[in-house]
């Protein structure tokens, strides 16, 4: 139990890694709020975890959508906020840069990274009184050891794995770690996108060829490691770009 009685927020939950990480959460002894713009999605998932978890439907691209889950999360589990996972993503499909559209790019934006500023300016007033929080962002290899075919989406991984570590640095005094999670490409609803091309066992076979382990990321292995990163396990681990990628960016 090794979240035991810690508040949790969990935004893109209600499938792929954020799936996984809320339901090892749960499982490890956290409150979670189950967050995604999907909101039937999200409160299967809540439901399915029983008591332990709500579901809340939230765009994280909207302010006022995630001050209401901090709220929801609040009145349903106590007034702290332990742990907020920005789990919630978006990508353009692989091909040529110049082929994606601007609304497109501001998508992937505004999911990505204006996400992020927004759940910064609302929970860490929070966690500055508290003396004590855990901000994890999931990044990508994509930010570290980029792909040709993503590159708008990679630059904003990037712009996430390093808002990771100046977050870092800034809250530290204030007793706030924060830390990037950099998945390899996943088994995920994205991955046709991130693939660009039918998921096939010879397309796939192109990718996994880049993977020393040799497999494509999955919500298990991602959840692992947001549990550790949130664990008092962690508790000297602030400022780093974990990558669980099989070795990609070896």
């Known amino acids: 139990m090794r979240l035991k009685d810690k508040i949790t927020i969990v935004t893109g939950a209600a499938s792929g890694f954020g799936e996984g990480i809320a339901r090892l959460y749960a499982a490890e002894g956290a409150r979670v709020a189950v967050a995604d713009i999907n909101g039937p999605g999200a409160e299967a998932v809540a439901r399915s975890i029983g008591p332990a978890a709500i579901a809340v439907r939230c765009d994280v691209t909207q302010r006022a959508d995630i001050d209401a889950l901090i709220a929801a999360a609040r009145e349903a589990f106590g007034g702290r906020i332990d742990v907020v996972v920005n789990n919630a993503g978006w990508t353009h499909r692989n091909g040529p840069l110049l082929d994606v559209d601007e609304a497109t790019f501001d998508k992937v934006y505004a999911v990505n990274v204006k996400s992020i500023f927004h759940m910064v300016h609302a929970v860490v007033p929070l ?23 993503l590159t708008w989406y990679n630059g904003s991984k990037g712009a996430v794995n390093l808002l990771s570590k100046s977050l870092a640095a800034e809250l530290g005094p204030d007793g706030i770690r924060v830390n990037a999670i950099c998945p390899v490409m996943g088994v995920t609803g994205l991955l046709e996108q991130f693939m660009g091309m039918p998921d096939t066992p010879e397309n796939r076979q192109k990718f996994l060829a880049t993977i020393p382990l040799g497999r494509l990321s999955t919500p298990e292995d991602i959840a692992k490691a947001a549990l550790y990163l949130a664990s008092d396990d962690a508790g000297f681990i602030t400022g780093v770009e974990f990558p669980v990628d099989g070795g990609r960016t070896v």
Do not use: C, D, E, Y
């Not at 966690?127 to 075919?149: C, E, F, Y």
């Open 127 to 149: 966690m500055r009184a508290q003396k004590s929080g855990v901000i994890l962002n999931v990044g990508s290899t994509a930010g570290i050891r980029p792909r040709p075919g």
